[in-house]
């Protein structure tokens, strides 16, 4: 094992010092009055049950599909290391969101404090509170693929056990006669596997806490604000605390787990191609195997420390304004990205990684800020398709809607080009048409380089709902009106440096997945070699496996295994990947439809679980005497528990389509229908995601248009038809849109777990 | 030349003169009293006057696209018939839709005269009226079609001009030498080009009728009904004869055109892949090659009387009710398609067609019939989507919306999944993975057989609108509200039967755009055999064309072409579809892109072209004195122009986007890109456009099931967020989601003409 790979582990464990130190630091500011305590542990309370409640539930679903995993691993067609991979993913994404959370709870206070003494205190608080976030989830989920390699090169894979294998508690671990090649291959798709369990738990996270805030919200909306006519957070609203119990549930611990899955998932899917990369790449282009497969850990490890630097970058003097916050902010996070690219041309120059992966790194991030900068155009109120939206509200509700639909589905071809661009164009500078494999290394590399920098940039995106939350604390505590104005203005702050941290998240899911269907078939490639009977056989041409009839006789750069006869014509459908497929177009069909159909369940679960918040409210105003006079408090917990119940059981169905399906299609339609699904999947999924996103975001805007006194301002019936439409986009743009992130590569991941299960079927 | 093919032109004269023959009879019924005539005459002018209008337009279009059509087969990569195939089926799609829609416009006022009687004579006027339309269609359709084939037959592939060559004007029409086998190639991908025309007409008919149905509509609701709280089609309205014009351009003329698309195409399509069985898969099936090419014309052909037969068995007893109509007219439709199916089991038992073809007709109509089914579960007031819907409307807009969308989103399973159904069991049956050629075969003929008695099915679509015209004038005429009633349940009644028509619409066009993309690939390896130079190669494997960068020494099944080295890089970019491809990948991103984005384009362009008649039909009620005590006549004349102004302006930027995109995409990322446009587009494309016709068929309901009392009744809160929902829905369901179907398809047509200039370029 090349030495250099002991700063993988070295770095993982700087980042979760440094987000040990930064929590110590905010715990030591004061949280204020004993009212912002009292309300504060409330929050905290709440979120806290909620997480609880959480792991119970997908507690018991691991539980369930570990024992699928080890009949499987039994049956042979799982590698035995899986179900404890998927375990371990699991588990470090449940543990970033509950360390996240924690600090976030805590810090809400005290952000309140520090606002009430100036912007820049209130900005530190909170901001240092996002990057314990951020370095929490680069950490762990650095340290567990440190942790998986380590063991694996060092314990399983050992020169002893290569030669006369491994062979434990009737489980094949290592087949005698592995060459160091298929080492490699074996070490990758092995943990490529624990992918599987952070996207299972970053998809509940954000299906259940999508669903639990926006019910808070809307039930805080609907029956507070609009039938009571009491302003927002306002302490005599019963569904108040658990509106921001929600902020963070859901945009705290759910954008978390998300994130930690791309990151993982970008870094494993890399690794896997990079041990896949067939000798002749690797002669042409002077990379080493073993570097291929450690280079994306090694940038990620080096993303980590510049991150801490770029961290320590955003600070300003005591009386900045918001511009200044903003600068700081920017200098923080594009320094790190400037000192990362200038890491990786040094890899480059020292032969670790090729120049054309840097440039697919280059081409990666410039995707990433072109989709960053679309977001903001289609959704900030200082452009036309925003103003348009309010521009209409004066019509009513139905236009407001229409014209927001439309935005959103306007909105989606600069992403759509650029997303296509970047993947051709880091394909092709990392490989091309001549290195197929080198290609799809560069298109993973890319992501892996967007998200090199997430300790800082998810400390961006995080420290918004802090802010916003702490906002609730000042109403709710009755600080000064400035201090509200303040956190209103981080939050704001906040919303505008997170429009170019969606860009990089959502550009570096679709390159991430990318890499992951390549992945999917270079698994698919390993199982088939292991399952197919001697006297079987296919051929590959070029990067391609086909099916042939006929004894292949061709030339050398073909690698020819006999087969049987009788499984070829299975073989054929399985394996043929092209449009020509039935198989291959049903897949698209239905990953196209799987994205509208998960979209579909998850905004009813959101109507569903509102709909008994707002009885609740209604209750409560009704029942409890003396609650709007403020001498009555109203039952806080009573909300907070139907959010809770109301997430919970909504959120399994989709959540576990999502894991089914990719089985189910697997097992009917072979491999030509799962790559099919994966494909329509992505595109269907990306575009709609997109759509959702940005449609809520204007909708959003569009009403804060109108509430800064435009088309007659609050109160007016274009007003009430702005808030129309943004209780439309509260599940568009906070349940249903982000959540197709992770479907996309949930349904990838179970697809490369499965793949030995599939192989297995399609050769029956 | 088979001289059973004399059926087919001689069906088609047989189909227009029926048409002549009911025609003729609905004129001689009474048109009523002078007020109805009156009305019934604005009505007819102003749908003329928009049809002229439009034709001009879209004459313009077509003399741009004929200009550029020639100046490539100047070039010589494009066939030198395209540009006058192209035009008649413009033209032919033209003139169905002005005879269709005239017919409509002579019908609305004897329909309501006929319903004073009783509700059958209603029914036979309305019915009578639609089965012009539905003949005309077939017929002219069905003319173009044999008119062609003989020409190219008897005219210009004579065997003299197959030996020497015909070379005319500059243009290389017959090349020396040519096969008899490539002869039928020649003639039916030649005939293929003119569904362009035909499919262009069609998204201008459908767009631009969209638009301006749309538009009235929610001119005359908005500020008619709702500001103002004067009744439907209250002739004080100054936008109600717009909206009962719209009727008629939307309705009928563009449902007219879009079907004609449908029905020239899936037959085009299917004669097209016909032509190019290999020589193994016929000897297989013992079918021929010339009658495979014949063989679904003659279906359309047969089908054509089975609908004349059908229509004249829809008829009743004078005092029929409700439901013995509906038994009727299901009798009629049921009828002829038993009877079709019965001709082809007879066409297979003497070998014109195999028995695995005659599967996969039955397949696709089983898809057709349960696809209407779905659409008729959730989109009707007796099941519990729409229920939930209108339930949802309790608690305001925003909940009705977000419901309304969700049930569109989950309607979109049983569809998707019964295509994919459809399209693999078709393929399987006819052929499946054996004879691969025969398998798409059967998908196209699957279209054919549910397209086959179109004449009769059209019928009960067409006559739907035409009673909705009916209770207008009846309205307008201020006639017996009885009369009204029964023009209601006439409307009623077609769009029960319509539920399963829409199926069939929308399942035979993702057959058809199936069989399209295979035939796609047909024309590219045709002019890639055209313009490949000697030297280069390429090789293909069973069915598949493949590069290959070495001398290709494979076994006797796959040709082999020797091709230099220098443009073999291209060659496998373009060729490669698979999705390891970028190029691919890319495609099927932007297919996706192109659905969101058309819709966006046409939803904007309702909402600009009803913002401008609100303000019409303000000002009218402003400026015109004595127009609310009906004292003074508004101006109707003003509103139908606006509308007309509003729909041409707005229609071509859709359009043409629709026609210059898989150009571009062609251009710039060659076949594969071309080939994941099209699978992306249909994909995403049908998702959508069912997710979209079922969210605002469902709204539509759910408010009319409102307005029978439920959940507070008319005028209740409830009933005012229903009506939001329906006008939200209006857009989704009449103008955005049906133009997707054409859009698919019209990708998909320019595609293969421009096919000649796409391997051009990807050679240069």
Known sequence: MNSIFWIVPLCSLVALFF????FKSMMKSSEGTPRMIEIAQYVREGAMAYLYRQYKVVGMVFIILLLILLILAYLGVQNPFVPVAFLTGGFFSGLCGYLGMKTATYASARTAHGASKSLNQGLKVAFRSGAVMGL???????????????????????????????????????????????????????MLTFGM?????????????????????????????????????????????????????????????????????????????????????????????????????????????????????????ETATQKNLLNALLLGTGG?????????????????????????????????????????????????????????????????IIDGIAVGMYSTWIPVITIVLGIAGSYWAAGGFEHFAMGVYGIGFAAVGMLSTLGITLATDAFGPIADNAGGNAEMAELPKEVRERTDALDMLGNTTAATGKGFAIGSAALTAMALISAYMEEIRLWFGKIAKAG??????????????????????VKAIQISAASVKDFSAAYDITLFNPLFLGGIFVGSMMAFLFCAMTMKAVGRAAGAMVEEVRRQFREIK???????????????????????????????????????????????????LLAGGLTSGFTLAVMLNNAGGAWDNAKKYIEKGNYGGKGSETHKAGVVG???????????????????????????????????????
């Open 19 to 22: 987000a040990w130190i930064f």
């Open 136 to 190: 929490v989830v680069v950490g762990f989920g650095l340290l567990d693929i440190a942790a998986w390699y380590l063991f694996l090169n060092k314990v399983i894979f050992t020169p002893e056990h290569l030669t006369n294998g491994l062979h434990f508690l009737g489980l094949d671990f290592v087949h005698p006669g592995t060459t160091p090649e298929q080492k490699l291959v074996e070490i990758t798709t092995t």
């Open 197 to 317: 369990g952070a996207s299972t738990q970053a998809l509940f996270a954000r299906v259940g806490g999508g669903i639990y805030t926006k019910a808070a919200d809307v039930g805080a909306d609907l029956v507070g604000k609009v039938e009571a006519g009491i302003p927002e957070d306002d302490p005599r609203n019963p569904a108040t605390i658990a509106d921001n119990v929600g902020d963070n549930v859901g945009d705290v611990a759910g954008m978390g787990a998300d994130l930690y899955e791309s990151y993982c998932g970008s870094i494993l899917a890399t690794a896997a191609l990079g041990a896949a990369l067939p000798a002749a790449a690797l002669k042409a282009t002077g990379m080493e195997q073993e570097m291929a497969v450690i280079a994306p850990m090694i940038v990620a490890a080096i993303g980590i420390i510049f991150s801490i630097l770029g961290i320590f970058m955003v600070r300003t003097k």
């Open 336 to 400: 790190s990205s400037v000192f990362i690219l200038l890491a990786m041309a040094v890899m480059a120059a020292i032969g670790w990684i090729t120049w054309g992966v840097f440039g697919a790194v280059i081409i990666g991030l410039a995707a990433g800020v072109i989709i960053g900068q679309a977001t903001e155009y289609y959704t900030s109120d200082e452009y036309k398709p925003t103003k348009g939206i309010a521009n209409q509200a004066q019509q009513g509700p139905a236009t407001t």
């Open 536 to 557: 079987q056989g296919f051929v590959e041409i070029g990067e391609y496996v086909f099916y042939n009839d006929v004894a292949p006789a061709v030339h050398d750069s």
């Open 626 to 676: 003396g609650i709007m006079e403020g001498k009555a408090t109203p039952e806080y917990a009573k909300c907070v528990e139907i959010s809770t119940r109301g997430a919970q059981r909504e959120m399994l169905l989709p959540s576990l389509i999502a894991i089914i399906v990719p089985v189910a299609v697997g097992a009917v339609m072979g491999v030509a229908g799962v790559v099919g």
């Open 726 to 764: 943004d209780t439309v986009g509260d599940p568009f743009k906070d349940t249903s849109g982000p959540s197709l992130n992770i479907l996309i590569k949930l349904m990838t991941m179970v697809s490369v777990v499965m793949a030995g299960l599939t192989v297995t079927l399609s050769l029956m």
